[in-house]
């Protein structure tokens, strides 16, 4: 038993874990609508196009935080813009600035000495090393989090389903987009620092994507994507401490392990109901 409790009894693993089911519930919020429209590329063009305000917050010695959010309102601006010119689709305008923030983001930290470190840092992120300022701010991007998806829960959802339905019942699609985005920009703004932007997405899509098949409603798929993450988190943080390995990537392993796991028992679930079916259906 001891192996199961001993590592949550030392401080900064317990905010670790904190950290973690904070986290996981912000993800779930804004990674369900983000598995429902299909907007895993946006997800990871948002996540890699804070790099420059980071870079920039490092070099000057401001807050990262900062300018995370700095990064997160240009990008969310510029999808928000691009998508509404006609003659570009919206994959080619979130591409180009997925590479074109990069590529700043990768230029200004290039001028940094600790070049390695500051970029490390910045696509693995550090969930050991959660304070507790961190766990209050998580707490108040959670709290903004659950108001926005309440009040925005039904443009959301005629949004995923049927964008000209929305524009009829007089939702406003656009402002609601525009909306999305920015709860897609606060969930990781306030993920990177904890698992870093390279594995932040392991945390928005995979555990909606498990709880996809085995909910009923977006609210449902919302609650099973968060135990889902809080489960992750657990594990991934025990995994990691007995085995040394990295805790951020080991938890997002696990999330998409889970994943896999869940459509492998939906999947065999569904053959075994079929398989019934063919055996008690009438004969002639």
């Known amino acids: ?21 904070l986290v996981s519930a912000i993800c779930a919020l804004a990674g369900t609508w983000v598995v429902l429209r ?20 490092a070099l000057l010695g401001g807050n990262l935080l900062m300018g995370a959010l700095l990064s997160a309102a240009v990008m969310t601006a510029g999808v928000t813009a691009l998508g509404r010119t006609p003659r570009l689709s919206q994959d080619t305008g979130i591409g180009l600035l ?13 001028r940094s000495q600790s070049f390695a470190v500051d970029l490390t840092g910045f696509l693995f992120g550090d969930v050991l090393a959660v304070r507790e300022q961190d766990l209050m701010l998580l707490g108040v991007a959670l709290l903004l989090a ?15 389903f049927d964008p000209r339905k929305a524009h009829t ?5 656009r ?9 897609l920009a606060l969930a990781i703004v306030a993920s990177f620092h904890i698992v870093g932007t390279l594995l932040v997405l392991g ?14 409603s977006v609210r449902g798929v919302m609650v099973l994507a968060t ?15 007995h085995l040394s390995t990295a805790a951020g990537a080991t938890i997002s392993a696990l999330a998409v392990g889970l994943f896999f796991l869940s459509h492998l028992a939906s999947a065999l679930s569904h053959r075994r109901a079929r398989s019934a079916g063919i055996r008690t259906a009438p004969t002639n």
């Open 98 to 110: 997925f590479v074109g923030m990069l590529s700043l983001g990768v230029i200004i930290v290039s």
């Open 227 to 241: 135990a889902l993450g809080v489960l992750a988190t657990f594990c991934g943080l025990l995994l990691s401490w």
């Open 146 to 160: 659950l108001a926005v998806s309440v009040l925005g829960h039904r443009a959301f959802l005629a949004l995923a």
């Open 169 to 173: 019942l007089g939702l406003r699609p």
């Open 203 to 216: 945390l928005l899509i995979a555990p909606p994507a498990a709880a996809l098949p085995w909910a009923r």
């Open 1 to 21: 038993m001891d192996w199961l409790t001993g590592p949550f009894e030392v401080t900064f693993v317990q905010r670790a874990l904190w950290g973690g089911v």
């Open 175 to 183: 402002l609601a987009h525009a909306v999305l985005l920015g709860l």
């Open 38 to 57: 299909g907007m895993a590329f946006l997800g990871d063009a948002m996540s890699h196009g804070l790099l420059p305000g980071v870079a920039l917050a």
